[in-house]
């Protein structure tokens, strides 16, 4: 699963360490939309994607990749100040 | 009314044989409201059917009960068999050479009670391990010679010698050595340290902390962060330590995203890049922030690598 979405006009994706999500609980997609709300900013919008089915292996052209919004577009919120005192965050990005 | 009644002379000596009227009742002797005085010689009070010493009293060692092995010599209670109590024994307290219980034959070996609250323990005449008041089980030492507070303290001055040394012999699968169960169950970067270091002097160095997902704490000279990820293809995460996400901006350009962040952005950050293991590219580490930092793969220009680490030291 990766998460991907629009910065500065490229397409970004968000890789999640596997580490990170074995030591999560919930579904798969309740650990990305926690890990989008966690790294990135508050308020982007991303799709969570499977990478099995969306080949993002051929990267000639990696960087004219483009973010187009789909039906299944999320937007990342707020950490609680529980997690962020987890991630000994300060604030939220 | 006494069943039978002697009338003490002024004086004379000799035997006086008491004999009851039935065989198994009517054999209480009743001696006078007074103190009874024996001859000079030993008394010995004997088993009427066997003949052997059930007292003797004035000997140079009274017999309390022969039968039994209970002797006293003035100065020792001698018990052959077991001594058991149903109430309390209280002993001195004894002294590091000489403890309050001690063996026989090994007289500077046993347990003593050196303070109030405490209980000290001798091997070979020589203090060697203590328990204080508090429950502080001390061991080579008497206290536990730190202002900060313990279960166990353990001292050696050897030589090429260790305080403590944990075995779990050996050569077997399932042996499993130290577990160390400290701090908070979720993550955070108070002051929970598993593993703390100090000098000889006992002035602070460094320490070690995890919390529950295996993310480290406040160890300065292990790495923080790391992680080995390919760049190419399909980016994948080999694999990383408190990274919680890769983010895949373009070619050659990545974020690092630190799952517990650093406390600050002056941290040390290093890595390298190779494509297929023949070439090298440059790494460059930039836009550090507590939470991420952002890496580039130079080769001339920005481009993918197959083998890309990023490691990080800092607080």
Same mark, same amino acid.
Not at chain 1, 22 to 27: D, K, L, Q, R, V
Not at chain 1, 64 to 84: H, I, N, P
Not at chain 2, 26 to 42: E, F
């Given at each position: ?93 | ?10 004086? %004379? ?6 004999? +009851?009227?039935?065989?198994? &009742? ?5 001696? =006078? /409201? #007074? !103190? ?57 307290? %004894? ?6 219980? +001690?063996?026989?034959?090994? &007289? ?5 009670? =050196? /303070? #109030? !609250? ?80 100090? !000098? ?116």
């Amino acid at each position: 699963m990766r998460i991907i979405y629009d910065k500065n006009g490229t397409l970004a994706v968000l890789v999640p360490a596997p580490k990170k999500l074995a030591s999560m609980t919930g579904t798969d997609e309740e650990k990305l939309i926690h890990l989008a709300n966690k790294d990135l900013p508050t308020g982007t919008k991303y799709e969570i994607i499977d990478e099995a089915v969306v080949d993002l292996s051929d990267r000639s052209f990696r960087n004219a990749w483009e973010y187009v919004a789909g039906a299944s577009e999320q937007t990342s919120a707020d950490l609680s100040a529980e997690d962020l005192a987890k991630y000994n965050m300060t604030e939220n990005k | 009314m006494a069943k039978v009644k002697i009338q003490g002379h002024a004086s %004379g000596t000799g035997i006086i044989t008491l004999t +009851a009227p039935n065989t198994s &009742t009517d054999r209480t002797v009743t001696l =006078p /409201d #007074a !103190d009874v005085t024996l001859g000079a010689s030993p008394v010995t009070a004997l088993n009427n059917a066997t003949a052997n010493e059930l007292v003797t009293v004035g000997s140079t060692t009274t017999e309390l009960d022969a039968e039994s092995g209970l002797t006293y010599d003035g100065s020792t209670l001698a018990v052959t068999g077991d001594l058991s109590a149903s109430g309390d024994i209280y002993a001195a307290v %004894g002294s590091e050479a000489n403890p309050s219980f +001690a063996f026989t034959g090994d &007289t500077n070996t046993g347990l003593w009670h =050196p /303070d #109030a !609250d405490t209980i000290a323990f001798s091997t070979a005449g020589n203090h060697r391990m203590r328990i204080l008041a508090d429950g502080t089980l001390c061991v080579g030492e008497t206290s536990v010679m730190s202002s900060l507070g313990t279960s166990l303290f353990s001292r050696a001055n050897k030589a090429n010698g260790y305080s403590a040394i944990f075995l779990n012999d050996g050569n077997d699968a399932n042996r499993l050595g130290i577990l160390i169960a400290c701090g908070m169950d979720t993550p955070s970067s108070t002051v929970n340290y598993p593993i703390k270091f100090r !000098d000889g002097d006992g002035n602070d160095i460094d320490n070690i902390s995890y919390d529950s997902t295996g993310v480290s704490y406040n160890g300065q000279n292990t790495a923080k962060v790391w992680i080995r990820f390919d760049g190419t293809g399909t980016v994948n995460i080999n694999d990383s330590h408190n990274v919680s996400s890769l983010t895949d901006d373009g070619v050659g350009d990545y974020i690092i995203n630190i799952d517990v962040d650093m406390a600050n952005t002056d941290y040390a950050c290093a890595g390298n890049a190779s494509i297929w293991t023949t070439e090298l590219a440059s790494v460059r580490h930039v836009g550090h922030a507590t939470g991420s930092w952002n890496l580039e793969v130079i080769d001339t220009a920005r481009r993918d690598a197959d083998r890309i680490t990023g490691i990080a030291f800092g607080d």
